[in-house]
């Protein structure tokens, strides 16, 4: 099949930089996803790929061919992107058949394939009408049929299932992977969603202002985030990131709540790996919403809050916690946790929090790349 190697990529419009310095390989078979926010350059980078633009430097090379020259057709890749484009005076079936009947192949075996693709991406009964009288979303299925039929090297898909309801979102999106594992293809798949990367994945490029911020499984990007802002996007309930303040207390290295007398007691492995790293001193420190226990006694070693909103969503609650006040703006500092729905507080009670030290992130405030 194909291996996709990006070398050194810089595309500029005018002044605008869509994609910087972007070095990425995606094996042979493998499912990449380009995940960040809106204007992160993901579209671009996928149509530097597919040949629709052309980088300003660097290399693009498919199974160590560079490609830069090669127009889109000569690059064997299918491609569907969220604005689709249909043979308006075509049905269903023969849109779907196109790239087929252009490379004449035989017709039982297009009836086959178009049939196969029309059961999974429910069209089966449409078929036979035309584009005009079809919704957004059955339109959208129709452009990805028409690239799932093929069986090219590359899929590159750029959010498409943008305009499909919530439950066939999730009916397509376990069937393009179930296919794409069937037919092996190495495949991008473009989105802002974060819960359809990390399901779709074999592993996610998280971009951010045109640069690769991360690449690594779902699991890596998410539980071992290399900067700030991997780690801010990444997760629902978002990851909670406070102001802390790294002093020296009696020749041990100490972590405070910025502005606040609020001390956040390290583990001896946290200490000895901070030891090492002694010239940060402003620092973001990151943990995520349910890896903070709590509790209504202060045993241990506890930080205390106060409950200031409960949303309880059935399967857990959402706790929005007061740990303190900033001392110059009188600002609460606020932090989420997660906790079983049993979990009963009043607004206002001060409960207790237990963080766990092998889930809590540090990030240096002026690089925002993570300590550890
Ligand atoms: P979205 O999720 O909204 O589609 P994206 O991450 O795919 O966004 P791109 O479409 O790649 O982002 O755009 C990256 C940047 O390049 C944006 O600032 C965009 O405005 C700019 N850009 C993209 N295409 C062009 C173009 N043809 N001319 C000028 N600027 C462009």
Same mark, same amino acid.
């Given at each position: ?100 009947? %252009? ?5 039982? &075996?297009?009836?086959? @394939?178009?049939? *196969?693709? =029309?059961?999974? !991406?429910?069209? $089966? /009964? ?111 309930? %978002? ?5 802390? &303040?790294?002093?020296? @207390?009696?020749? *041990?290295? =100490?972590?405070? !709540?910025?502005? $606040? /007398? ?111």
């Amino acid at each position: 099949m194909a291996h996709i190697k990006l070398q050194n990529i810089i595309k500029r419009f005018g002044d605008v930089v869509a994609v910087k310095d972007f070095n990425l390989e995606v094996e042979d078979k493998e499912f990449v996803v380009f995940l960040g926010p809106s204007g992160c350059g993901k579209t671009t980078t996928l149509r530097l790929i597919a040949g629709l633009e052309h980088p300003d430097e660097g290399e693009i090379l498919i199974d160590g061919h560079l490609v830069n020259g090669l127009s889109p057709a000569d690059r064997d890749i299918a491609f569907v992107f969220q604005f689709y484009a249909l043979y308006p005076h075509l049905s269903v079936y023969d849109n779907i058949a196109f790239p087929l009947k %252009a490379v004449k192949v035989e017709k039982p &075996e297009i009836e086959e @394939r178009v049939k *196969k693709v =029309a059961e999974i !991406l429910q069209l $089966t /009964d449409i078929l036979n009408r035309k584009p005009s009288v079809l919704s957004g979303g059955e339109m959208q299925r129709v452009a990805l049929g028409r690239a799932m039929v093929r069986q090219p090297k590359v899929y590159l898909l750029d959010e498409p299932m943008a305009n499909l309801d919530a439950k066939l979102r999730i009916d397509t999106r376990a069937e393009i992977k179930r296919l794409q594992h069937e037919i092996g293809a190495t495949t991008i798949f473009v989105t802002h969603d974060q819960v359809e990367a990390m399901s779709l994945a074999d592993r996610i490029a998280v971009i951010h202002q045109g640069v690769l911020q991360q690449i690594g499984t779902p699991h890596e990007v998410y539980n071992k985030p290399k900067s700030l802002f991997v780690a801010g996007f990444m997760g629902m309930p %978002a990851m909670n990131l406070l102001d802390v &303040e790294l002093t020296s @207390r009696e020749g *041990k290295p =100490a972590l405070y !709540l910025s502005h $606040t /007398d609020v001390q956040l007691e390290l583990s001896p492995w946290q200490q000895s790996n901070l030891n090492a790293n002694s010239q940060h001193n402003d620092c973001i420190l990151g943990i995520r919403p349910e890896h903070i226990t709590a509790s209504r006694e202060s045993v241990g070693r506890k930080i205390a809050a106060d409950v200031h909103l409960i949303e309880p969503l059935g399967s857990v609650n959402i706790l929005d916690l007061m740990l303190g006040t900033h001392q110059k703006t009188q600002e609460p500092i606020l932090l989420r946790v997660r906790t079983h729905p049993t979990f009963n507080a009043d607004i206002g009670e001060t409960i207790w929090l237990d963080f766990d030290d092998d889930q809590m992130h540090l990030f240096d405030s002026g690089t925002e790349q993570a300590i550890w």
